[in-house]
């Protein structure tokens, strides 16, 4: 599965104190399939959990994992954002991403593209042409971020992460692989820059290991597992492909694997903003009213151009 080959030679070692209280589940849920954009196929990683539980996140897809035949691969036509974050995240294939700032650059295994709508911009997401005539492997996720009321009107950002500068750690045995796209543990820190208090981490356990992470307490903690199965906490909870576990307060999350194949595991945290959402759409925002008045900025074109020459345009 993605990210790039690693060097665990230079991976900083990752571990929780003994005495901190550790997170136990507290909510399971499984991920039912869907379609997005030009009819890719996705997991809602969220559905059925409370908004409550996911804040500062307010959607999490994983696309695919497929495998394509030649002239299937699908990716989304220009569309419009506002008032939150979508961080890109390939593990296997690739995607271009383009916007309305200028922002823009290929996606493969292991590269992460974050950008920040905030007032508002237009981007595509597409496979290169390269991919769509051969066909081949395509898997990835896309996270939606909020960004709190005083940071939603914030001008829009591009961030192209490549798989090389994310954090990376281990635990003591070197059989658990910790790569820190945003926020840190320990002191392994991520590149990624953001309005909102975030950890993002791609966790990598292979067969037998066991991994225990401090965690800030005033974040709160989600564990989704694309491949194998995780076991979480001391209880050693099983958690399949395609289930998300929701963790209660603590300052430790312990994970192992059991299984005899690798366990892939994306672990995500943050300081709940505790603002009313109001989502719709593309928009993310704390009234209805200031999504009436996103589509209108939207459609008066208010929201940036495509620029000309730029794909799908």
């Not at 996140?57 to 002239?71: I, S």
């Not at 399949?240 to 963790?247: D, R, T």
Request: glycine residues 14%; proline residues 8%; charged residues 20%.
């Amino acid at each position: 599965m993605g990210a790039k080959a690693v060097d665990l030679g230079s991976a900083q070692l990752v571990a929780a104190p003994s005495e901190c209280p550790e997170r136990m589940p507290v909510k399971i849920t499984s991920a039912p399939g869907g379609y997005e954009g030009e009819g890719f196929p996705v997991k809602r990683a969220f559905a059925g959990v409370p908004q409550e539980l996911l804040d500062p996140f307010v959607h999490l897809d994983e696309m695919g994992e497929v495998e394509y035949g030649p002239g299937e691969p699908k990716g989304t036509p220009w569309h419009p954002h506002r008032g939150f974050e979508t961080v890109t995240y390939m593990l296997e294939g690739a995607f271009v991403h383009q916007d309305s700032i200028g922002g823009g650059g290929d996606l493969g295994p292991g590269d992460t593209q974050w950008m920040t709508a905030g007032s508002g911009i237009l981007h595509i997401e597409r496979p290169p042409e390269g991919l769509v005539v051969a066909g081949g492997l395509f898997h990835g996720l896309q996270l939606w971020v909020n960004l709190p009321k005083a940071k939603k009107w914030a001008d829009p950002r591009y961030q192209d992460i490549d798989g090389s500068r994310v954090g990376l750690g281990a635990n003591s045995e070197r059989d658990a692989v910790v790569r820190v796209i945003a926020g840190s543990v320990g002191e392994v820190a991520g590149p990624g820059v953001t309005h909102t208090p975030i950890n993002m981490l791609h966790v990598t356990l292979m067969p037998g290991s066991r991994l225990r992470l401090p965690w800030p307490e005033r974040f709160n903690a989600l564990v989704y597992t694309m491949q194998g199965t995780a076991q979480v906490s001391s209880k050693r909870v099983p958690l399949g492909a395609s289930h998300l576990a929701v963790l209660g307060t603590g300052g430790v999350i312990e994970l192992a694997n059991a299984g005899q194949t690798f366990a892939e595991v994306i672990l995500l945290g943050g300081e709940p903003i505790r603002e009313a959402v109001a989502r719709y759409g593309p928009f993310v925002m704390n009234t209805r009213e200031e999504l009436v008045q996103a589509f209108e900025d939207y459609e008066a074109g208010r929201m940036g151009q495509i620029p000309p020459g730029r794909l799908g345009s």
